[in-house]
């Protein structure tokens, strides 16, 4: 377990994507956290930024531990950091369960945001560095193909999650039973990851590469790379998406009910998880197709459809969303297919601008601006629409301003993709051939 598994000879690696979905598919499960939101808050007496609580920790331990333990899973292997994200989930679920049966909130905080965010960080970068080197090649492709799995997670977790809820109870009781099923049955569908992932020799690395670049280029180490203005720009481009798309993620299910409250058009609670459910397919969607088309496009072309069209989505949302369900739908699915898109993305624009070498660990530590977006985007819109409803509003004007604030923030981002540079090559690490002609050459 503590040293990566080689593929034997003949290994097909079309077999480390299914691996690699088996965790993403269950720790994308976070997605799905509001439909738990309402139950809760009736439940346990919460308002609706406490009940974001543990989504958002969650979120933030998910940047932490993948900043801190990205080192950690390349030098341990994937299936190492798989093990772990296993155990932390799934653990996180059953502390949460027991915090429901006790009417512990804290608990819950506890279990899902913390224990089990750990988990969602492991888990996710788990595979990223592994599918990269199995396919260099086509890592937009690849990264696309695993993590698509955080952005379906809640496509199988929404309406699985609301039949629970409602077989069980949306009582405490029935909360508990239901986060009871969901540790259980997630600790046995990550196992298959475990024991299926392996890691390439280098000949299929070779076998795999088309083109120099894919073996060979531009060598930054994760110490190095942090270093560089190229790293923070992506660090504020990843935020402002992700916070623009986690504002409505989070809150989705409540949010569809305000906008069409009252009359004919009111949506009912199975409608607003089928809505969830929709933002997920979309969320899974663009992480496959948008990061494949960046093989083409490329990452900063396909970065500026990301921002800049999805702050004129939200836009005509925030105008024109309550007139129209079927607009408000086609929008927020549009701007979950940039939100899904940007995080498969992401680690191919880093791989580009800092090589493979350790691409795995530079990218733990970029995802702590998914730590601050995870507290930036729920923050916004429920601190928003907290203040709007005790000042009397209802509707739509619970979440203009938010959405007002979230266009901006796209555009924010849209200028610091827009200042990135091929980096300096003071920053590089010579090859390892490279190195030793280099050294041979220095006079004895």
Known sequence: MSSPPLAPPGWSRWLVPPAALSVHLSIGQAYAWSVFK????????????????????????????????????????????????????????????????????????????FVGGIGLGIGYISPVSTLIKWFPDRPGMATGIAIMGFGGGALIASPWSAQMLASFGSDHEGIALAFLVHGLSYAVFMTLGVLLVRVPRAADREATASGPDAVAGVRVSARSAVRTPQFWCLWIVLCMNVTAGIGILEKAAPMITDFFAGGSAAVSASAAAGFVALLSAANMAGRIGWSSASDRVGRKNIYRV???????????????????????VLCALVILSFYGGGFATIPAYLKDLFGAHEVGAIHGR??????????????????????????????????????????????????????????????????????ADAQRQQPA
């Not at 004007?397 to 555009?411: A, H, W």
């Open 38 to 113: 309402p139950p809760l808050e009736s439940a346990l007496h919460l308002d609706g930024t406490q009940s974001a609580l543990p989504f958002q920790l969650a979120i933030v331990m998910l940047g932490l531990s993948a900043a801190f333990g990205g080192t950690l899973v390349e030098r341990n292997g994937p299936r190492w950091a798989m093990t772990v994200a296993l155990v932390c989930f799934s653990s996180g679920f059953l502390i949460s369960a027991l915090g429901a049966q006790t009417k512990q909130y804290w608990l819950i905080v506890l279990g899902y945001g």
């Open 306 to 328: 990301y921002l800049g069209v999805g702050a004129l989505m939200y836009l005509v949302i925030a105008l024109f969303g309550d007139s129209s369900k079927p607009l408000f």
């Open 366 to 435: 970029l995802l702590t601006a998914w730590s601050t977006a995870g507290v930036l985007g729920p923050l916004i819109v429920n601190w928003i629409a907290d203040r709007q409803k005790a000042a009397g509003k209802h509707g739509p004007s619970l979440y203009t301003l938010s959405f007002g604030i979230m266009i901006g923030l796209l555009v924010v981002g849209f200028v610091a993709n827009e200042l990135v540079r091929p980096v300096h090559t003071r920053h590089h690490v010579p090859a390892p051939r490279e190195a």
